[in-house]
């Protein structure tokens, strides 16, 4: 449930702060005061689509942050638990908030953490359901009908069977036809395949062996730096004239004669003679390295000419060197499979009969459970149509099923709304029969029908009382009203007095321009401040007396309902 909104700099409004409870809570106002700002702010938190024309005129950024309690919003808290996102100081509260910068960037937090535009709108919809004035049209589509009969019907599980099933089958035709064009290969693009493949396995490549060719291939390459350099170092450590091992004889010879005068100078003879023998053994060593180097040219010749043709067959594929393994590997595997394609058809003609099987199983489950939810989704919503002022329309969710038809992840169903306002007149498809006035009171029956079994605690309308009024208007009030004991939370924006008077309780938005500035203020109303508000949504230029005794005595009755 929204317990706390706030707004800087967004559009018109500077900056705002709303607290709301339980229940139904109405919004009015005149046109053009900013209700709709209200919605879209709202509508940011949920992760709609940012635009950067809503930051005022002269801000940085514009900034909505709301609150919720997690208490009814089960869905909602596990998924923070889920992402890691969950506030362990206060879990049953969640704080989100949105930035909007002048820019066009956007930035979300949740509970103090970043998100991205994706896991807020999944968040969003466990946390709030928006209905707005288009969802009427929307209504006419055969995927939203389809949608919300599944909604309905709580088909979840069934509508992933069926997902899973489609997707394991469009697989499995893919690579069928993946099969099928390798098949129609022209001749000589199999007998070229062939002929790399023989390339490349006469190379014989060795595992390691390109970096084991580099290697003996720089050192046969210095050859003579080997033996130059090294026969130079061994004569300074040991055999030149003045070598290290000569001074540090001249140096041990010295300090033994000062050791008897002064035992200080003892460390110093132990550490003389015993890097002399160190030099003495380098000396040894390099003599005994210099003496097995093999430094063959023609062993030369013959790796320069392996490291070539290695680096000939890479650049002729267009790869490094240490990929030809791997080339290899990806050319057996392709040839092979287009040299054994009979038989993987078949194999994968099995595993399509087997994926259509389970397809059609899961699709047909799916059907029976839409059908049987259609009668109790056009029954419910048949009733709340006739309270809303046509006491004979009748509602039909219609599902018409093809069994054979293309496999689809929806299934194998067509869902179409029928309505009849009138006794005698068969039902026929929504979007032929119904008015712009009858078809806002199915959209907002159907919505209402709908969401009773969404997981969003807190749902909002944008005038969806468009094109009604009088005693018909009070009774879509009603059951706003009576919707927000059920399921919470419900927030309406609305221009009748009728549906306004229903509201447990009531905010007016009204415009004011200071300094050549216009802002947008929001205000909770109180008992009289509600009249004075009722009457003047429903009277003319001048509120009179009769518009505010008109205006208590729908309060009163919505206090009694």
């Not at 093999?294 to 010749?301: F, G, I, M, V």
């Not at 094109?467 to 939370?489: D, F, M, T, Y």
Request: hydrophobic share 40%; aromatic share 4%; charged share 30%.
């Amino acid at each position: 449930m929204l317990t706390h909104l706030q707004i800087k700099n967004l559009a018109i409004i500077d900056e705002l702060a709303l607290d709301f409870g339980r229940g139904f809570t109405t919004l009015t106002g005149e046109t053009g005061a900013g209700k709709s700002i209200l919605i879209d702010a709202i509508g940011l938190i949920v992760g709609s689509r940012a635009d950067a024309s809503l930051v005022r005129s002269g801000q940085e950024k514009a900034e909505v942050s709301a609150e919720f309690a997690l208490d009814d919003a089960g869905d909602a808290a596990a998924w923070l638990a889920e992402q890691e996102l969950r506030d362990e100081d206060e879990p049953g509260r969640c704080l989100v908030r949105r930035v909007v910068y002048a820019e066009g960037r956007t930035r979300a937090f949740v509970n103090g953490q970043p998100v991205n535009a994706g896991p807020l709108r999944e968040l969003g919809e466990r946390l709030i359901e928006i209905f707005g004035q288009s969802e009427s049209q929307t209504l006419l589509r055969p995927e939203v009908q389809r949608g919300l009969l599944d909604q309905f019907g709580g088909h979840g599980a069934a509508l992933d069977a069926v997902r899973d099933a489609a997707r394991e089958l469009g697989e499995v035709e893919r690579q069928i036809e993946r099969l099928r064009n390798a098949g129609s290969r022209d001749p000589a693009q199999l007998d070229y395949l062939r002929f790399q493949l023989r390339e490349l396995e006469a190379l014989n490549l060795g595992e390691g062996e390109i970096e084991q060719v580099e290697t003996e291939h720089r050192r046969l390459a210095n050859a003579g730096r080997l033996l130059q350099e090294g026969n130079q170092a061994r004569e300074l450590l040991y055999g030149a004239e003045a070598s290290l091992y000569d001074q540090l004889a001249t140096a041990s010879a010295l300090l033994t004669g000062l050791v008897p005068l002064h035992e200080g100078f003892r460390e110093a003879l132990d550490l003389a003679e015993s890097a002399q023998a160190q030099v003495r053994e380098a000396a040894d060593s390099l003599s005994r390295l210099l003496g097995r180097l093999d430094l063959d040219p023609e062993q030369l010749e013959q790796l320069e000419q392996r490291l070539a043709d290695i680096h000939d067959l890479a650049r002729k594929h267009r790869i490094r060197p240490a990929e030809l393994p791997e080339k290899l590997a990806g050319l057996r595997e392709e040839l092979g499979g287009l040299e054994d394609a009979a038989g993987q058809m078949e194999a994968l003609e099995a595993r399509r009969t087997a994926a259509l099987k389970r397809y059609r199983e899961a699709a047909a489950k799916l059907g029976t459970a839409r059908r049987k939810a259609a009668k109790g989704f056009g029954e419910q919503v048949s009733a709340i149509v006739r309270q809303l002022g046509m006491a004979n329309a009748q509602f039909l969710a219609v599902v018409e099923s093809d069994a054979e038809g293309r496999p689809r992840a929806s299934g194998d169903d067509e869902v179409r709304f029928d309505f009849s306002a009138n006794p005698g007149q068969p039902p026929r498809p929504l979007a032929k029969v119904a008015s712009g006035g009858e078809l806002s009171r199915v959209s907002l029956a159907v919505q209402v029908v709908g969401q009773q079994r969404s997981g969003a605690a807190t749902m909002i309308f944008d005038e969806v009382d468009a094109g009604i009024s009088g005693g018909v208007a009070e009774v879509v009030g009603q059951k706003l009203r009576e919707l927000g004991g059920q399921q919470g939370q419900v927030l309406c924006v609305t221009h009748l007095a009728q549906v306004a008077a229903q509201g447990h309780r009531q905010f007016a938005i009204a415009k004011e321009v200071k300094s050549g500035q216009t802002y947008t203020r929001v205000r909770p109303l109180a008992d009289k401040e509600r009249v004075e508000e009722l009457a003047r949504m429903q009277g003319g230029v001048e509120i009179t007396s009769a518009a505010l005794n008109h205006a208590k005595d729908l309060l009163q009755r919505a206090a009694k309902a």
